[in-house]
């Protein structure tokens, strides 16, 4: 599949926060504003691209409200960036909207809890290679595992004003209800229509949910739902196309989806990305050279997040 991206001009930025709120038991929901030259670098951002957050002169919440299993790790100093890719993007003419959905993992995630409207925050981007569209699809099926839900909602949101020609179904695994990154449900004729979910359901895109306790939706993994909609619906696997974000077992069985179905089929891939911008080296991910039995070592933050799953080699 040739990949046809440009990195657009990335730069540091200063974002203002418009609103920050919790969605869920971990989740939350910070709306940010650029303006000026943030606004024109980040109009350009690309479903799939992530930016690079600076949390070091953020407040810690008082100790009594930080969850007991992360009192100790948020005594530690933020030292570096972290990573975050927006789940919408918003162009206008004199400002960019983004919305930045995090789960609350450890020390940085932590301290934006505190972040309130009018507070600054740092922000290196766009990072990355994203999602790219090959000629002549009609279907695409985007796949959300777990906290795999950001790039995969920008993403729909893009199709959506860009190739209005392509059918899109999202496909939603979690572990369990409490475990969905995504806000409320639809009313019951809704989800009999097949719009579980909001967020794509606004979008005009039906959606499938399921957990591994059968808490929402079917009990069932995500990728099963995907392979049972494979089944029961007529599609042309050239005319089709897989995206997705989310563990990477959930990948790698992807990977082997897509080739026995042989339907193209784009991941973001997550690393460990201290930097960003390649210098480090932390974030390699194995890929064939085409045509030889060799290897090499890309990075993902400069040629990723996003790759093809016939380049990648799963260790899953």
Same mark, same amino acid.
């Given at each position: 599949?040739?990949?046809?991206?440009?990195?657009?001009?990335?730069?540091?930025f200063?974002?203002?926060?418009?609103a920050?709120?919790?969605?869920? +038991?971990?989740?939350?929901?910070?709306?940010?504003?650029?303006t +000026?030259a943030?606004?024109?670098?980040?109009?350009?951002?690309?479903?799939?691209?992530?930016?690079?957050?600076?949390?070091?002169?953020?407040?810690?919440?008082?100790?009594?409200? =930080?969850?007991?299993?992360?009192? +100790?790790?948020?005594?530690?100093k933020?030292?570096?960036?972290?990573?975050?890719?927006?789940?919408d993007?918003?162009?206008?003419? +004199?400002?960019t909207?983004?919305?930045?959905?995090?789960?609350?993992?450890?020390?940085?995630?932590?301290?934006?809890?505190?972040?309130?409207?009018?507070?600054?925050?740092? =922000?290196?981007?766009?990072?990355g290679?994203?999602?790219?569209?090959?000629?002549?699809k009609?279907?695409?099926?985007l796949?959300?595992?777990?906290?795999?839900?950001?790039? =995969?909602r920008?993403?729909?949101?893009?199709?959506?004003?860009?190739?209005p020609?392509?059918?899109?179904?999202?496909?939603v695994?979690?572990?369990?209800?409490?475990?969905?990154?995504?806000?409320?449900?639809?009313?019951?004729?809704?989800?009999?229509?097949g719009?579980w979910?909001?967020?794509?359901?606004?979008?005009?895109?039906?959606?499938?949910?399921?957990?591994?306790?059968?808490?929402?939706?079917?009990?069932?993994?995500?990728?099963?739902?995907?392979?049972?909609w494979?089944?029961?619906?007529?599609?042309?696997?050239e005319?089709? =196309?897989?995206?997705?974000?989310?563990?990477?077992n959930?990948?790698s069985? !992807?990977?082997?989806?897509?080739?026995?179905?042989?339907?193209?089929?784009?991941?973001?891939?997550?690393r $460990?990305?201290a930097c960003?911008?390649? !210098?480090?080296?932390?974030?390699?991910?194995?890929c $064939?050279?085409e045509?030889?039995?060799?290897?090499?070592?890309?990075?993902?933050c400069?040629?990723?997040?996003?790759?093809?799953?016939?380049e990648?080699i799963?260790?899953?």
């Amino acid at each position: 599949m040739p990949d046809k991206r440009t990195a657009p001009s990335k730069g540091v930025f200063t974002a203002t926060v418009l609103a920050n709120r919790q969605t869920g +038991d971990c989740f939350y929901k910070a709306d940010l504003e650029f303006t +000026d030259a943030g606004a024109k670098a980040l109009a350009t951002f690309q479903a799939g691209q992530f930016v690079q957050v600076d949390a070091s002169d953020v407040s810690l919440p008082p100790e009594d409200t =930080i969850p007991a299993h992360l009192r +100790d790790v948020c005594k530690r100093k933020v030292l570096l960036r972290r990573p975050f890719s927006f789940a919408d993007v918003t162009a206008e003419q +004199d400002r960019t909207t983004a919305e930045l959905l995090y789960c609350v993992l450890g020390p940085a995630s932590v301290r934006m809890t505190t972040l309130e409207r009018g507070d600054a925050l740092s =922000i290196v981007g766009p990072l990355g290679k994203g999602f790219w569209v090959p000629p002549e699809k009609d279907t695409a099926l985007l796949v959300v595992g777990g906290m795999g839900a950001p790039p =995969i909602r920008c993403l729909a949101q893009s199709l959506t004003a860009e190739h209005p020609e392509i059918n899109a179904v999202a496909f939603v695994g979690a572990r369990t209800a409490e475990t969905l990154p995504f806000e409320g449900t639809l009313d019951e004729v809704s989800q009999q229509l097949g719009f579980w979910v909001p967020a794509f359901a606004k979008y005009g895109i039906p959606s499938v949910v399921v957990t591994d306790d059968g808490s929402v939706g079917s009990r069932a993994l995500v990728t099963e739902s995907l392979v049972q909609w494979l089944d029961q619906h007529e599609h042309r696997p050239e005319k089709t =196309i897989i995206y997705a974000c989310g563990p990477e077992n959930m990948l790698s069985a !992807l990977a082997r989806v897509a080739e026995k179905w042989n339907i193209d089929c784009q991941v973001s891939m997550e690393r $460990r990305m201290a930097c960003g911008i390649g !210098l480090c080296q932390s974030c390699a991910v194995e890929c $064939r050279v085409e045509g030889s039995q060799e290897t090499v070592y890309k990075l993902c933050c400069q040629d990723g997040p996003v790759f093809d799953t016939r380049e990648v080699i799963f260790k899953a």
